[in-house]
Every structure is written in C-alpha cells, then in structure tokens.
C-alpha cells in the first residue's frame, strides 16, 4: 500500500515536470504552469467543481455497470450457444466497429439532455467490448470442464455459475481497463454538448470563459476519476478473481 | 457394484455436414467390481467411449446398458474424472471437491463434515485452501480422486487419470486407486495409453483400434493389482503382447 502510494507519488512528480516543462517552452496561456493550478486549493476543491466531479462519476459508474449488466449474461450465452452465435456473430461484428457517440443525438432526441441520454451512450460503448469479450471467453471455455461438471450431476444454470462465468472474468476485467479510457473520452464528449454539468462541461465552460486555470483544474479532477476508476476495477478484480493472484 | 453391458455402441460426430465415426460397433461388458483397461492409438475415440458410458453423449447407435437398465443420461451413481480439466481452476481444493455434494444441494454441515474427512484421508487438508494451480499434479489428481469419490458411486469412469504425472507419482496414485477399489470393488473403467498401467490394473484389457474405434483384442489379466506382479515374467507377456495389438492398431491404416 505504501510502495502504491510512493510510486503514485513519483508519478505525479514526472506528471508535473512534463507540464511545467511544456508550459516554460510555448509561454502560453492557453498552458497555465502547474503551479499556478494547484497553487490555488479554490480552483480545486470547490463547490460547483465537487458537483461537476459527483455528477460525472455517477454517470460513468452507472453506465459501466448498465453495460455489464446486459452485455455478461449475452456474451456468455452467444459464445456458449453455436445456434445463436451463427446469426449473432455477423451482427455484432457489423455494429461493434461504428463509433458509439454518433448516437449521441439520437440519444439526446429520445432521453433528453439530462443524464440518461449520456449515461445509455456510454453504455453502450461498454456494451460492445464486454460483449465481443464475453463471447469469447464463453466460446474457450474447454469442453471437458463443462462435461466434468455435467458428470456431477450440474444443470445448465449450474453450468453457467461455476464454470462459464467465472471462466469470463479476467478478460472481462482486461476489458473493462481497456474501455474506461475510452468511457471517459465519451463522457467528456457528451458533457461538451448541449449540458449543463459534470467535468466536461466544466472543462468546455472555461475554456470559453478562456479562464485556463479553472479548465486545468477540472482536466485535472478528470484525471482523478480515471484514477479512482482503474483502481476501483483493481480492487473488484482482486476480491472476484483470487485464484488469478 | 454396476454390471455394464455394451452392445454395438456406435458415435458418428457432423463435423461440417460430414459424418465422422468415432466408434465402430463396439460389444463389450464388465462385471460388478471389475476394472477394465481401455487402452488404443491417441485420437481412437477413447475419451468418446467415456462420455458415452457417463451418459453425457447419446449414442448414434446400439445400447449401454448398466445393472440391466438402459442408459439415457447422467446417473448419479457414475463418477467421472478427466485428464485435465477435471478441476475448477477458480475454486480452491476445498471447494472442488466438495463440489459434486454442493450441486446436490446436500446440506452444507454434511458437506463440510463429508469434504473434511475425505480431504485429510487423501492427505489434502494442508493445501484445502489452495487453487489448482498453486498444487503438485499428484496433488490436484487426488482432489479429483476426492470429488469423484464423495458421490458415493458404484461405477468409476477415468479418462488418463495419471498419464500427466512423472513415473513415482503415477505409481504411487495407481496405489491409491487400487486401495480404494479393494475397499469398495468399484466397476471401473480406465482409459490409458500406458502399457505398464493398463497391464497393472485392469482385469480386462480392452484394445481399441485407430480412429473409427474397434475392438481389436479383449485381453484377460488375473494377477492384475498385485505388486509382485509389476516384476513378472508374465507381466512383461502382457506389456509385449499388447504392445504388438497396438502396433497393429497403428499398422492397419498405415
């Protein structure tokens, strides 16, 4: 825990100096120096910024565990069902190349501007790489263990359970790192249109305000929700697959 | 202990609209509390076989048939331990062996009481709450030995149980196995491509030919189980004669 700490130290430390470096050499104020953000704890820690923060988070936690929801249990049944994954597979491989936030405005005509429309974009986009990860793992899944477990007696639900499932998780965890970067680029996006709060509208506001120190704080905020995120997933990957330790 | 009875078992696979055999007519039959060696060319269809008599394949034709009963599905007196994906890489040895009762929905005090006695007799309790892969191979055939035995069954059916391990550790769970079926005179099949194991152990020696399986020989082996043996003249008979039927096993398709 303490080496964690030290090296996330050291990261901050290289973060810090790239910055101040950048800003030293383009001498614009389009680039604020670093200290000039972190010197003033108001831009950081203050009330609307806490709100924008609160808000973002909800809505990519809830749209991760929307997606997870709806892409596991059908990824795991199309990769175990060869029927199904005939005509499934075709489809998936038409729709998971197409860039999810083109849907943003279909999404904002039918949910609204509020939250939902944002939170169903993302997603959707966690959807797609939980599904095509699922199916996978589904599919790998050796058919001896099943056929093991069947000799014991186990029914399909039982199946699923204790092997298929469990077989999914590292990857469905190696995928969920993978799109978190790709969730916050989208959420930055649908906050940046027509929206009122979270960290991308914060970031668009005051960039139109050309306030730059207030639009690096709330980059920076934007940083630390990816933190928590990776994180976060650590910490679930750890309790739900120790046999991978 | 089962009586099992096979007649003119058949198994086509579809492998792309094309009919594969696996199995050719294959009649056999075992008598309660006999081991029976099943022994052919890698890829003959010996692990169909064992699926078959599990219950877990439906036949393309003919019967099995076990105390006179016609085999349909999974029975719950037939245990069953495969190669390698035996065990559950997720659950720690504990839970896999306690696995069969768990998904009999017998109740935990049993289960636990059941898995604890069964784990210390195999010499497993000091590594209950270790996974797969964190045990010896020795160690995670046992776990499965543990499984399929916690089920009380009266037909045991192993796919290559020892053929992952080195030479001592083979020998020492062919031991194993031979004092579990002097106490209990369990019908037993077991599939190898071992030689020296199936002439150590199986009453019967059943040699299957190449891919569509046929029976070639059926071999009788009294003086099966017996240490003194493992050193005879007469076991070094067996080994050669049946080192001959394999190799013309391999010879009729070459």
């Not at chain 1, 604020?32 to 609160?54: E, H, R, Y």
Request: with cysteine; aromatic share 8%; proline share 6%.
């Amino acid at each position: 825990m303490l080496r964690k700490v030290a090296r996330y130290g050291l990261a901050i430390v290289v973060f810090l100096a790239v910055w101040a470096i950048g800003a030293a050499v383009l001498r614009t104020p389009a680039l604020p120096d670093p200290w000039t953000v972190i010197s003033q704890p108001a831009l950081l820690f203050n009330k609307p910024m806490a709100g924008d923060f609160a808000v973002s988070l909800y809505r990519i936690v809830t749209a991760i565990a929307l997606g997870n929801v709806l892409a596991l249990p059908l990824g795991l049944v199309i990769g175990q069902t060869p029927s199904l994954d005939r005509y499934a597979a075709p489809l998936i491989f038409l729709t998971y190349p197409i860039p999810k936030i083109v849907f943003l405005p279909i999404f904002m005509v039918l949910l609204g501007l509020g939250d939902a429309s944002k939170i169903v974009l993302i997603a959707v986009v966690i959807f797609f790489q939980i599904l095509v990860t699922a199916r996978d793992a589904a599919r790998a899944v050796p058919e001896q263990s099943i056929m093991s477990l069947r000799s014991l007696g186990a029914g399909r639900a039982q199946i699923y359970r204790h092997v298929i499932f469990p077989a999914s998780l590292p990857g469905v965890f190696t995928a969920l790192r993978i799109s978190v970067g790709t969730a916050i680029a989208v959420l930055f996006l649908a906050e940046s249109f027509a929206s009122q709060n979270g960290l991308g509208y914060a970031i668009i506001n005051a960039w139109s305000g050309m306030n730059y120190p207030r639009m690096f704080a709330a980059i920076l905020a934007l940083a630390v929700l990816g933190v928590l995120l990776y994180e976060a997933l650590e910490l679930a990957e750890r309790w739900a697959c120790p046999w991978t330790r | 202990m089962d009586r099992v009875k096979v007649t003119d078992l058949n198994v086509e696979y579809l492998t792309g609209g094309d009919a594969m055999a696996a199995l050719a007519g294959l009649s056999f039959s075992a008598e309660p509390g006999e081991i029976v060696a099943v022994i052919g060319p890698s890829g003959s269809g010996k692990s169909t076989l064992v699926y078959c008599l599990a219950g877990l394949l439906p036949p393309t034709g003919g019967t099995i048939e076990i105390n006179g009963q016609r085999l349909t599905r999974v029975r719950p007196e037939t245990a069953v331990i495969l190669q390698d994906y035996g065990l559950i890489p997720w659950k720690t040895v504990a839970a896999n062996a306690a696995l069969g009762l768990k998904l009999r929905g017998e109740p935990a005090g049993r289960i636990a009481a059941d898995t604890e006695s069964s784990l210390r007799s195999f010499g497993l309790w000091d590594v209950r709450r270790h996974y797969p892969a964190q045990i010896s191979g020795g160690q995670r055939q046992r776990v499965a030995i543990a499984r399929a035995l916690s089920l009380n069954p009266s037909l045991l059916l192993m796919d290559e149980p020892f053929s992952s391990l080195d030479a001592l550790t083979r020998e020492s769970l062919q031991n194993v196995f031979l004092d579990i079926w002097r106490r209990d005179h369990l019908t037993t099949f077991l599939v190898t491509h071992s030689i020296e194991e199936a002439a150590f152990l199986g009453h019967k020696i059943m040699v299957l030919s190449e891919r569509p399986a046929r029976i070639l020989e059926i071999i009788d082996n009294p003086r099966q189980g017996d240490e003194t043996f493992r050193s005879s003249p007469e076991f070094l008979q067996v080994c050669s004669r049946l080192r001959q039927a394999l190799r013309q096993a391999s010879s009729d398709v070459a």
